[in-house]
């Protein structure tokens, strides 16, 4: 031991941001803020994020500014983030009909989408994210062939190829919001266990397949059922025969009738990579839901217990935990419908524009499980005011919904642009993710961008 490590901005920001703001701008408390920011504080304040900062006094102590922060992943470098204390910057990923999203993990396969990237009112499938919790299944044979299983607590178990799922069913096509029920682990403090994922493990895409409540109709739901349990062809890492992921949903949710037997993705025939031939889609709740490569829906009469149900997988705290304390599996619940976000798709994350910008046009997207949204706000100054975004409809049930809004800004300099959205039962995102548990699920904290004007 060579005596104690050197702590980077970032890391001192998010393990202790009033300590951090103390130790970059020289303050020591949020009452001597004022006094700084007029002196030496403001301008180092404003050298670490490469411009004046014109709403500087509304900045909350201890808010570390979002050109520092880690989470959202900057199109560009943020202006002057300290290089020592820049995290490794994920890699773009190389793959055949995808668009160079950042890979956050190589083995299994885990690449989010750039928020600037989900600007499309449907995301594009090159664009869409990929999070595999083992490996893709390799031989896949004809697609038309490949077998899908409905058994367990039915009147008559069905087997069917996906050319017969076809032939039976009425296929219908929807715009359905998914995303990962890590969505957004990152903005958690302290750090939760898992991919580190920002706002970008999620998109909405067009998916066409059969209604699952179809399928199992046809083979005759008893009434003893209560739950799915969802099974996939891919393989662990281990090698075992051990499911990689097998989760399910209650009986209601199975029978919703946007929840999808999906063989198609905008328009082409199910890519291998997002679970082709077939997969679940489960729109709303966390994407671990909606199986792909999908071999199996067993009815069960009592609560699914596959890899992924258990232990902290997918679960939040019934009652909140101190961050970063021990939890105990039975005060936690299973995460269901997702709670309300909203993100900015354009500007990018760390936009520089050009001096003389003052109107900025706002485009985002927001979403809220099964519910709708019913408003999004933005902010240009530290949420002290906030002004409505002109918010559309839903295309359909469970898609998301673009907004936009145009703002003025008052000077050159950097600001941050918020954007909280509010469900329909009035439920807002919070300022910062809230309900802390240990693999950091649901968390939705008003989404924030750094541009710099200058
Ligand atoms: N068979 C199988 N299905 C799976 C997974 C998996 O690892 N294996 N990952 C799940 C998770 S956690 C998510 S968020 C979504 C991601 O779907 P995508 O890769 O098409 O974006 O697929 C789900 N379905
Ligand atoms: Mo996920």
Known sequence: MTGKRERGLIELYRDDPERADAVVFGRRTGIERRGFLKGAGLGAMAAAVGGAIPFAANMPAGLIPAALAQGAPAATPPAAAPAAAAPAA????????????????????????????LDDDVTPTAKYFIRNNGLPPDALGAPASWRV?????????????????????????????????????????????????GN?????????????????????????????????ADKNLAGTDAQVISRGVRLAKAMDEDTLLAFRMNGEALPNIHGGPVR?????????????????????????????????????????????GTAAEADTQILESMPVRSIITSPAHGARLPANTRQLALRGAAWAGDKTVQAVHVST?????????????????????????????????????????????????????????????????????????A
């Open 149 to 197: 299983t409905v058994d367990g607590e039915v009147n008559t178990p069905l087997t069917l190829t996906v050319a017969e799922l076809q032939q039976r069913f009425t296929p219908v096509t929807m715009k359905l919001q998914m995303e990962c029920g890590g969505n957004g682990r990152s903005f958690f403090t302290p750090e939760a266990r898992g991919n580190q994922w």
């Open 200 to 232: 970008g493990a999620a998109g909405c895409a067009e998916w066409t397949g059969v209604r699952l409540r179809d399928v199992l109709a046809a083979a005759g739901v008893k009434a003893s059922a209560v739950y799915t349990g969802h099974f996939g």
């Open 381 to 453: 100054d530290f949420g002290t005011t906030w002004t409505a975004t002109q918010l559309a409809a839903p295309a359909n049930r469970h898609a998301w919904q673009r907004w936009t809004a145009n703002v003025t800004l008052p000077s050159a300099g950097y600001f941050e642009v918020w954007s909280r959205a509010t469900d329909q039962d009035g439920k807002m995102q919070p300022h910062a993710a809230g309900n802390w548990n240990p693999q950091g699920y649901g968390g939705n904290p008003i989404n924030r961008v750094a541009v710099l004007v």
């Open 280 to 324: 679940l889609i489960v729109p709303g709740w966390p994407g671990s839901a909606s199986q792909k490569w999908l071999t199996r829906i067993w009815l069960r009469d009592k609560e699914h217990d596959g890899t992924g149900m258990t232990g902290f997988s997918y679960r939040t705290m019934k009652t909140p935990i101190p961050p970063g």
């Open 90 to 117: 994920p890699k773009p990923l190389q793959m055949t009909g995808k668009a160079e999203i950042l890979v956050l993990q190589e083995r299994p396969l885990n690449a989010e989408t750039p928020q600037h990237l």
